[in-house]
């Protein structure tokens, strides 16, 4: 029997229903790694241990009496976004140190009812601004395949997780890319749904126009049953669409030959290394071979993505953050002059310079006068970038290219010039603009780092991006692919 | 676009966030970069376009039904805040 | 210089009815301890979402039909952003740019009586703050959230109203409607109806608005008066000073009667209005609109049309007698008890009726006399049975003692005498006893009429019939013994 922690979330569901092993051994295998990895990799902001054991037992409980969910005894990670009942929720920021949540995100309670065990809450760029995990109040996360490099971000605790083995499946979120791109660094799986698809009530907001909740695993096939257990209306969510959820498990073997799939020129473009253009194009010589009809389609707005989204999501965020006030949770200053001194000193010691840094533009591109310029201009590219995806879909099926410019990159190479770190987001982000479901898969490795390959369908496609990763994931091993240290 | 000192003030007191002395002019200089590198939207040609305020066109907003659903948790929910009495949420004098 | 013109527009703050809030499942109940009813959408806690409640909606479209307004088939929720501790998210989510009402109007009946058509530019849905509590804590504020959150709907009037007195005439007509309509309960006390007025002054015959003030949170009609007229003279002070009007936002001190400018919520006021990411458009179709159409109660106007036509009332009665559907609905009563005088009803329910209760500050649901007992002294009245002074008399003791006014008319021997030739008896009485006075009335001192009438229903207990005791005074006064 090859190792626990080798095994995905699908085998290890089924290697509990069959009592190969119980949920308490497998959960305290797992807490064993995290204890282990967090001075190497800091990927966790809290272990739950106690929680965990506690909800594993319980698990073994039901498994022995032959019922429980589809996750049952599963060990899983949340990002610290998500809201944890009882249990510390500090999005990776000074300004909830200490906050515990008095209620589950559904997200997190929907996974519980399925059986899924909580081992903690990973680390995060705080309040998910950010795409190397540097930004936390927590400290880095660093890179399991090479300690020196970010694991990307916003949600790199996750994915460093996962890609460690640490946790055979972990939450995420995406406002910009925070879920494919560090999936990419990290190579691992990492699956943004479509917008509406899983509910946001719980997962603290960012741009509430973007944000989405995903999943990060080994695999194509462990996202799909993830992905089916967490999915679906939520009364909740204003923004939560009511629309059956597929079972993507059932629908993973779809056969891929036929599938059009376009090249979007604007993605490989001169920002793209070399490294990382190879590695993808011998991928999509992977995918001809499984049948796959490759075209070449333009989508002639998406350049202006960046300039879009670093408008529209600090607005968003400028808004969604003024609660943090130290009023009636979270930090606050201590011995307050007054109220203005309450909000200033609160706000300004409680966020880091990211953060401040893009309630300030949010601010600003809202204010009277800049409105008109910037926000509004923003909205109507964005409709624009939109409409050149829905009429790239109608002549293919899905998109490919590479999920990020580079690979990993050094911890503090990038965090002088914002620009620059914004840019790595570049390949990812049009997809939030347009609501779009996109998935990031590993296609092989440039100096032995990991490169993503993304895939992006139209809206609710998320069964056939599933299909068609798993296709890959057949033919090739590089989601197989564990770091030195960590096999 | 570069901001002056007077602007980066006036934002961070709209927002409330304190900025020391050595903090404004880093923040000047990274919103000012910012704002530059967001100026590309001029280029598109967006007359006629109607801006995007929801990904997912043609969907509107979902009624409830007016019940109530909720219950008194003052209490716990008080836990979490640094200063409470007799109920209240507390915060320094406001004079109106 | 006193060819000043006053522009007035108000802004009226109707809390809707409904029984839990605009975004959240707590509930709306009026008095509840301290933060009981804030649940975590409520308190802005970090992750939480609003869901729209459907009856604030049909209410507020129930609003825009009895004001001849257009219903916005798509209108959008709309984030203000501001930082105040009763203001728990940091924004208050309201509606911009496409509120759900607009181009509607309310007419009122100015002092003279006539008719003016105010023009309502707007309403919109928007959600409550909390409460700020400065008393009794040393150096803080307590801040309770029960409110925040609770449906608001926003009437915004055109700068149609040019005095105070016609905005106090707007403000209860609005008052009424809300209340006709069954969307608000009015009670200006709790809160639940507040009004911001927005008022400037120019010369008159200009066309350019003069420089205005707002004037907030003025829960009496009393106070909104008042206030205006302050502002007015002192903005006309300053002006005739040669100084300029600044625009801003000030409240009324009632204590002293007067505007002062507020400080706190002053500092750099950029709303950043944007579309709120958290809620859709809101769709409001034919059939929304029809539905709710068929719940629309006879409008005040038509009700007080009707009572002229119907009633024969004066528009000044039917005026009163509409300002509320309750006390509409009990002179009906009263007239179906009593048909034959609905003009005598209209003068008891606006005249005693009125006055007792207002002596015991009830409102006419909790009257301590039904419309039927009210309905059946008023009958004898008309039939002659007793006086229409004596019936004040009657009145009372049916107020204080529950009774009907059969019971204290026998109780209390009022019947009115109506035999002449009793009367004719008293009136001789009187006559032998004041030969003086007989003698200077036969002389030519027509006033002593007067205190023979005086004279004799004192004699009778104030029982005589006063149409007949007056016949036959003239007559026997006149001269035929």
Redo the contacts between chains.
């Keep these: 029997m090859s190792e626990l922690h080798h095994m995905g979330l699908a085998e290890l569901a089924a290697g509990l229903r069959a009592r190969r092993f119980s949920s308490f051994e497998l959960t305290e295998t797992f807490l064993k790694r995290i204890e282990a990895s967090q001075g190497a990799l800091n990927a966790f902001i809290s272990v739950t241990r106690e929680a965990a054991l506690a909800q594993a037992a319980a698990a073994d409980r039901a498994l022995a009496a032959g019922t429980g969910g589809a996750l049952e005894g599963v060990p899983v990670a949340h990002k610290d976004l998500f809201c944890t009942k009882g249990v510390r929720t500090t999005c990776g920021s000074r300004m909830l140190d200490k906050f515990v949540s008095p209620y589950d995100a559904t997200v997190v309670a929907k996974l519980k009812s399925a059986g899924a065990v909580m081992l903690g809450k990973t680390n995060m760029d705080e309040f998910a601004m950010g795409s190397s995990n540097e930004t936390s109040y927590y400290g880095p996360v660093r890179n399991p395949w090479d300690p020196r490099l970010v694991p990307g971000g916003s949600s790199g605790g996750s994915a460093a997780a996962v890609a460690a083995r640490l946790v055979p499946g972990a939450t995420a979120t995406d406002t910009g890319g925070s879920i494919r791109q560090p999936a990419a660094l990290c190579g691992i799986t990492g699956l943004k749904p479509t917008y509406g698809r899983v509910s946001r009530y719980g997962m603290v907001a960012f741009a509430s126009s973007l944000d989405q909740g995903g999943v990060l695993t080994a695999s194509a096939a462990d996202a799909a049953l993830m992905l089916r257990e967490m999915a679906g209306f939520d009364p909740n969510d204003s923004t939560s669409v009511e629309r059956e959820v597929p079972d993507y498990v059932a629908e993973l073997d779809a056969p891929l030959a036929g599938l059009r799939v376009g090249l979007l020129q604007e993605f490989f473009d001169k920002g793209l290394e070399p490294g990382n253009e190879q590695r993808i194009r011998a991928a999509l010589k992977v995918f001809e071979s499984l049948g796959a009809r490759l075209s070449e389609v333009s989508l002639p707005n998406l350049p202006l993505s960046v300039p879009v989204y670093y408008v529209v999501a600090p607005a968003e965020c400028s808004s969604n953050l003024a609660r943090f006030d130290g009023v009636r949770y979270g930090h606050r200053c201590e011995k307050p002059r007054d109220l203005t001194d309450l909000y200033r000193r609160t706000r300004g010691e409680g966020f880091g310079a990211e953060v401040k840094r893009r309630i300030m533009t949010g601010t600003y591109v809202l204010s009277a006068g800049y409105y008109d310029a910037y926000y509004l201009k923003a909205q109507r590219v964005r409709q624009l970038i939109s409409a050149d995806f829905t009429r790239a879909f109608t002549g293919v099926d899905v998109l490919m290219g590479p999920t990020t410019p580079t690979p990993a990159f050094p911890i503090g190479a990038k965090t002088s010039d914002p620009i620059t770190m914004y840019l790595n987001d570049i390949y990812t982000i049009g997809a939030n603009l347009a609501g779009l479901p996109a998935v990031s898969i590993p296609c092989g490795f440039v100096s032995e780092l990991p490169v993503g390959l993304q895939i992006v369908g139209p809206h609710f496609s998320e069964a056939r991006l599933l299909a068609a990763a798993h296709a890959f994931q057949r033919a090739t091993d590089w989601h197989r692919r564990i770091p030195a240290g960590y096999a | 676009m570069a901001l002056t000192r007077e602007q980066i003030e006036s934002i961070a007191a709209l927002a409330r966030l304190e900025l020391t002395a050595e903090e404004l002019p880093v923040y000047q200089d990274s919103l000012s970069r910012i704002l530059e590198f967001v100026g590309a939207l001029e280029r598109a040609d967006t007359a006629s376009v109607t801006p995007m305020a929801h990904p997912l066109p043609g969907l509107s907003q979902r009624l409830r039904p007016d019940v109530v659903t909720e219950q008194d948790h003052h209490a716990e929910y008080q836990q979490n805040a640094p200063q409470v009495a007799a109920g209240l949420y507390l915060v320094p004098k406001v004079i109106e | 210089m006193s060819d000043w013109e006053t522009v007035i527009g108000l802004e009226i703050h109707a809390q809707l009815a409904?029984?839990?809030k605009i975004f959240?499942?707590?509930?709306t109940a009026y008095g509840a301890?301290?933060?009981?009813?804030?649940?975590?959408v409520d308190?802005?806690?970090?992750?939480?979402?609003?869901?729209?409640?459907?009856?604030?909606?049909r209410m507020a479209v129930k609003l825009g039909l009895a004001i001849n307004a257009t219903i916005a088939p798509?209108s959008?929720f709309a984030?203000k952003?501001y930082?105040y501790?009763d203001l728990?998210?940091?924004?208050q989510i309201s509606q911009y740019e496409l509120p759900i009402v607009a181009h509607g109007a309310l007419d009122i009946v100015l002092d003279d009586g006539k008719v003016k058509r105010i023009g309502i530019t707007r309403a919109h849905l928007e959600e409550d703050a909390g409460k700020?509590?400065?008393e009794g804590?040393p150096?803080?504020?307590?801040?309770?959230?029960n409110r925040a959150g609770t449906p608001l709907v926003e009437i915004v009037s055109e700068p149609d109203l040019r005095s105070a007195r016609e905005a106090v005439a707007y403000m209860k007509k609005v008052h009424t409607l809300v209340r006709y309509l069954e969307i608000c309960d009015g009670n200006m006390q709790e809160g639940s109806f507040r009004c911001d007025a927005n008022v400037s002054v120019r010369h008159a015959g200009e066309h350019r608005f003069g420089t205005r003030a707002e004037i907030k949170n003025l829960n009496s009609f009393r106070f909104v008066e008042r206030a205006i007229n302050y502002e007015v003279a002192r903005q006309i002070d300053v002006l005739e000073g040669g100084g300029k009007v600044v625009q801003e936002t000030r409240?009324y001190d009632p204590d002293k009667g007067e505007t002062r400018s507020?400080?706190?919520?002053e500092?750099?006021n950029?709303y950043?209005?944007?579309?709120d990411?958290?809620?859709?458009?809101?769709?409001i179709d034919a059939a929304l609109i029809e539905s709710v159409r068929a719940t629309l109660p006879e409008l005040p106007d038509q009700k007080a049309a009707r009572f002229v036509s119907q009633y024969a009332l004066p528009g000044y009665d039917a005026q009163v007698l509409t300002a509320s559907r309750e006390l509409a609905d009990y002179y009906e009563a009263v007239t179906r008890a009593a048909p034959a005088d609905p003009k005598l009803a209209a003068n008891w329910v606006m005249g005693e009726l009125a006055a007792a209760l207002n002596k015991e500050s009830l409102e006419i649901g909790s009257s301590r006399m039904t419309a039927e007992r009210l309905a059946g002294l008023l009958k004898r009245i008309s039939d002659q049975t007793i006086s229409g002074k004596l019936a004040k008399e009657v009145f009372e003791a049916m107020w204080s003692g529950g009774t009907e006014a059969d019971a204290v008319i026998t109780a209390r021997g009022l019947r009115q005498i109506t035999d002449s030739a009793a009367i004719e008896r008293v009136i001789d009485e009187v006559m032998q006893k004041n030969p003086g006075q007989l003698a200077e009335y036969r002389a030519g001192k027509d006033k002593l009429f007067g205190f023979f009438v005086g004279q004799v229903m004192k004699a009778t207990g104030g029982k005589a019939n006063p149409a007949q005791l007056n016949e036959l005074l003239k007559r026997k006064l006149g001269g035929s013994a």
Aim: aromatic content about 8%; glycine content about 10%; proline content about 11%.
């Design positions: 409904t029984r839990s959240s499942g707590s509930a301890p301290a933060n009981s009813q804030a649940n975590l308190l802005g806690y970090p992750g939480v979402l609003p869901v729209l409640n459907g009856a604030a909606v798509l959008v984030r952003n930082f501790p728990p998210k940091g924004y700020s509590l400065h804590l150096g803080v504020t307590g801040v309770d959230l409240l507020m400080r706190s919520k500092e750099a950029d950043r209005y944007f579309p990411p958290d809620l859709l458009p809101v769709a």
